[in-house]
């Protein structure tokens, strides 16, 4: 039985005073002046920190990783785009542990071509009405729709057309990828399956390999195979995710600087939101509904918050000097959009050490009022939790001007 959750604070009245962890200055004191410091010294220090205290430490590449592209069709889309579904078998050794990549790239476009990635809630084949998308055999969640037993049937085709739209995608010139986060680990506690049974000795330590840890690290294979992929402009891909999708994609595009562009939607607490104001959704309902995703380390701050040395600012910073967008919505008070605004605040500092501007405003926009600037868009839209076709809009400008 689920022990007792803190309440959540959704009035901003009772946000305590805090005092958010210095992002430049070196953990001997020393102030951070310049971009160079910041990369070959700084970066590694909050690296480190994050691994330890909050995502848990992650395997390196691994030596025996196979691709096979299983499917291929030049007549996806009534002829817009090829289709390839590539399977990437983590070990040689272990061909039942692997994950399925659906890409689609635009037939009418010079290759190699722009590429946006992100994972998937339920399946690859709830991303697209396509039936030649191979249906996902691993276990996902009673609540998916059209899921029987944790199993996803044909009922779950195109179920998610609205949160990834593909044939948009192909339509303003980006090839499009995506892949389900439960091939790589399934939401749930268990610390020694999927891709994780391969590593069991980062399992037995606090700061273990946890769940978002090994979907940023999935994230990180996909971008493996792009590389090696001559359709695809590995130069130019955009790393992107919704929800708890999202702070994978935040973590993967903070650690690994090959992903050209980082895109987040109201990923809240644990992705793009401030810990440290204590409002909507608490550390302490995060390790008790959903332990798996970050390392045991982590636990230690349910209550305790005010003793962080960390804040999600500093991933957000990570991501410097490459593109950052942050989407929320105004009803998705549990996701804290104005602790969401106030970590991309924070983290443009590390932007203007890079020569790059920040925010032109230093209090949330109003909603439906999309700020961008070189390197760094927000907006906070009308509606709930979720993506829309408006959150897409704003994401297509940013892309088009700074890829």
């Not at 899921?147 to 609205?162: C, L, P, V």
């Not at 970050?294 to 962080?308: E, I, R």
């Not at 909603?367 to 809009?393: C, M, S």
Request: hydrophobic share 40%.
């Amino acid at each position: 039985m689920l022990a007792s959750v803190k309440a959540q604070t959704l009035e901003e009245s009772e946000v305590p005073k805090y005092t958010l962890p210095a992002l430049t200055i070196l953990n001997n004191g020393k102030d951070v002046k310049t971009a160079k410091v910041w990369e070959s010294k700084r970066r590694d220090e909050i690296i480190s920190l994050l691994k330890n205290e909050m995502y848990g430490i992650m395997p390196k590449k691994p030596k025996r990783m196979v691709f096979k592209v299983f499917d291929m069709d030049s007549t996806a889309i009534n002829g817009k785009a090829t289709r390839k579904q590539v399977r990437v078998i983590f070990d040689k050794k272990a061909d039942s542990i692997f994950m399925d990549i659906l890409i689609y790239i635009p037939n009418k476009i010079k290759q190699p071509v722009p590429l946006i990635l992100g994972l998937n809630f339920a399946g690859n084949q709830e991303a697209l009405n396509d039936p030649k998308i191979k249906i996902t055999e691993s276990w996902v969640s009673k609540k998916s729709k059209g899921a029987i037993k944790n199993k996803a049937t044909e009922a779950s085709r195109g179920n998610a057309e609205d949160v990834f739209p593909i044939e948009r995608m192909i339509d303003e010139g980006y090839a499009a990828a995506t892949i389900y986060a439960g091939d790589i680990d399934p939401d749930y506690l268990d610390l020694n399956n999927a891709v994780q049974s391969l590593y069991p000795k980062l399992q037995n330590r606090k700061d273990n390999f946890s769940t978002i840890g090994a979907w940023a690290w999935g994230l990180s294979r996909a971008m493996d195979y792009f590389e090696k992929d001559k359709q695809v402009d590995e130069k130019r891909v955009v790393l992107t995710g919704l929800s708890r999708l999202g702070k994978a994609a935040l973590w993967a595009g903070a650690l690994d600087q090959r992903f050209a562009m980082v895109i987040s939607t109201e990923s809240g607490k644990g992705g793009d939101a401030l810990f440290k104001r204590e409002f909507g959704e608490s550390v302490d309902r995060i390790t008790k509904v959903f332990p798996q995703w970050f390392c045991l380390n982590f636990d230690k701050y349910a209550n305790n918050v005010s003793q962080m040395p960390f804040d999600q600012h500093m991933v957000l910073a990570l991501v410097a000097p490459r593109p950052l967008y942050i989407g929320t919505a105004i009803e998705d008070l549990n996701e804290d959009p104005k602790g969401e605004f106030l970590s991309l605040k924070a983290a443009e500092l590390v932007y203007k050490l890079f020569g790059f501007n920040g925010l032109p405003i230093n209090q949330l926009p109003k909603v439906n009022q999309p700020i961008q600037t070189d390197k760094l868009g927000f907006h906070i839209r009308e509606g709930k939790h979720g993506i829309t076709a408006y959150d897409w809009h704003n994401y297509f400008v940013f892309i088009k001007s700074r890829l």
